[in-house]
């Protein structure tokens, strides 16, 4: 079975509440796990590379949390797949890293590059803001 993890659904649930919230104060944490049902420890681990990528802004302190860094309409699920799960390759032929010795020569491969072609089109076409 093909399908993405918990991370990149979380992520992507987090960031929903995250934009539906009102932006003129940071988020706590807290309040969106809570709203989405998930794990605040995990949600943290996933912010933290949010943040990381520019999607979210860290607050500290007292009254901190987090807030959108770029409007939902800027934020492809792409780009949050990819934060996500390191990159995206159907087939580890396609990876960027590592990739098949046989990728050149291989019947299937041109099959698996036809696939993540549409499946990357997709995601990247799609933004944050069309999924809220």
Not at 1 to 24: K, P
Not at 48 to 66: C, D, E, P, T
Not at 77 to 104: F, S, T, Y
Request: charged share 25%.
């Amino acid at each position: 079975m093909l399908q993405v993890t918990r991370q990149t659904e979380y992520a992507i649930r987090g960031l929903q509440e995250l934009a539906g919230r009102d932006q003129t104060n940071p988020v706590q944490l807290k309040s969106i796990a809570a709203a989405c049902e998930v794990s605040e420890a995990f949600l943290a681990k996933i912010f933290q590379m949010l943040a990381q990528a520019g999607i979210v802004k860290s607050h500290r302190g007292v009254k901190g949390g987090f807030s959108m860094a770029r409007d939902a309409a800027d934020i492809t699920l792409r780009e949050i797949v990819e934060v996500c799960e390191g990159g995206i390759a159907l087939n580890h032929c396609l990876r960027k890293v590592d990739p098949c010795q046989d990728v050149d020569t291989c019947q299937v491969a041109e099959v698996w590059r036809k696939a993540q072609k549409a499946l990357t089109g997709a995601l990247e076409e799609t933004s944050l803001a069309d999924v809220m």
